[in-house]
C-alpha cells in the first residue's frame, strides 16, 4: 500500500475538518470520518467516505488519525470511548491550544500506546490542499518521516522539532504578529483613506512592496540583534522613532482618524527609552517582553 492510497480517519467535520477529509479524498485516500453530528458526513459520503459507526469503529478503521477539534478537552471527549481501539495507531492532532497543552496530550497519547503529533493548520479551508498551504507539526520525528507524503496532501508539511508544544507556539506567535499587522494597515488605511484613497489602491504600495522589500527585509537584517541581545542604534535609535510616532499622531489628528494604534506604539517606546534603550535601535523593544 503506497501513502497515496493509505487508510486515514478523520474525526471533526467543522469546516477544517471537511476540508481535510475533502483534499485526503482528492488525492485517492481511502477515508473515514466520524463527527458528533452524523449529519454532516453526507457531502463527504457523497465524495466516497465511509461513515463510521461510532468512534470504536472510526479509529479502528485506520491506523493514521487526523483529528480536528475544538480543543484539547474535546480530542480527549471524543477519543476517550475507543482508547483501547488507540494503541498501536497515530493521531495528528491540529485543534488550538497552548503548548502546555500539546505536551500534556503527548504524554495522553503515551500512555495509550499512541503516536502522537501535534499540529497547526496555518491556511484557511479553502486552501487546504492547494499549493502555498502550510501545516505546521512538532513531535516525533519518526513518525512525521513515517506520514510526511500522506501530511502532504493536506498542505505543505513543517515539522519543527520533537518538542509537541512547538507547533502550538509558532501558530501563537504568527498569529500574534497577523493581528498587530492588520491594525497596522487598518490604521493606514483609514489615514489615507481620509485623503480619498481606496484601500484596494494603496495595497499597490502597502502589500505588494513595502511589506516584502521593507519590512521585511529589515526583519531579516536585524534578526540576529535580537538573538545577539546587542541594539545597536547609529542607523536609528530608539529616540528617533518616538519623533517619528509623535509625527504619526499629529498627522492623524489632522485627517480625523483615531489615534489609539500610534499613542499606543508611543508609550511602549517611551517604556524602553525609560529603561535605558533610547540610543538603541527599536529592536530593543523586546527587552520589555523577554
Known amino acids: 500500500m503506497t501513502d497515496q492510497n493509505l487508510p486515514v480517519t478523520v474525526v471533526g467535520l467543522g469546516p477544517m475538518g471537511a476540508a481535510l477529509a475533502a483534499a485526503l479524498l482528492d488525492r485517492g485516500h481511502d477515508v473515514t470520518v466520524w463527527n458528533r453530528s452524523p449529519g454532516k458526513a453526507a457531502p463527504l459520503v457523497a465524495k466516497g467516505a465511509r461513515q463510521a459507526d461510532d468512534i470504536v469503529d472510526a479509529v479502528s478503521a485506520s491506523r493514521l488519525l487526523v483529528v480536528c477539534l475544538a480543543d484539547y478537552d474535546a480530542l480527549y471527549s471524543a477519543l476517550g470511548p475507543a482508547r483501547e481501539a488507540l494503541r498501536g495507531r497515530v493521531v495528528v492532532n491540529l485543534n488550538s491550544g497552548t503548548p ?48 510526511k507524503e500522506t501530511l502532504a496532501d493536506l498542505g505543505d508539511p513543517v515539522h519543527l522539532g520533537t518538542e509537541a508544544g512547538l507547533a502550538v507556539l509558532y501558530n501563537t506567535a504568527l498569529l500574534s504578529m497577523m493581528y498587530s499587522s492588520m491594525n497596522g ?30 519590512i521585511g527585509q529589515i526583519i531579516k537584517a536585524e534578526a540576529p540583534t535580537i538573538d545577539e541581545g546587542v541594539y545597536p542604534g547609529e542607523a536609528g535609535s530608539l529616540e528617533m522613532n518616538v519623533t517619528t510616532l509623535k509625527h504619526i499622531i499629529g498627522t492623524s489628528q489632522e485627517q480625523g482618524v483615531d489615534t489609539e494604534i500610534p499613542v499606543r506604539n508611543k508609550e511602549l517606546l517611551d517604556r524602553a527609552v525609560a529603561a535605558g534603550f533610547g540610543e538603541s535601535s527599536y529592536y530593543s523593544v523586546i527587552e520589555l517582553w523577554r
Open 100 to 147: 502546555n497543552e500539546a505536551n500534556e496530550a503527548l504524554r495522553w497519547a503515551e500512555r495509550h500506546g499512541t503516536g502522537y503529533l501535534d499540529g497547526a493548520i496555518m491556511v484557511p479551508p479553502a486552501m487546504v490542499g492547494r499549493p502555498g498551504s502550510v501545516f505546521l507539526y512538532s513531535g516525533s520525528a519518526e513518525v512525521f518521516e513515517e506520514y
Open 185 to 214: 494597515f487598518l490604521h493606514a488605511a483609514a489615514l489615507v483613506g481620509s485623503a480619498g484613497v481606496p484601500a484596494a489602491e494603496f495595497t499597490k504600495l502597502a502589500v505588494d512592496w513595502f511589506l516584502p522589500s521593507v
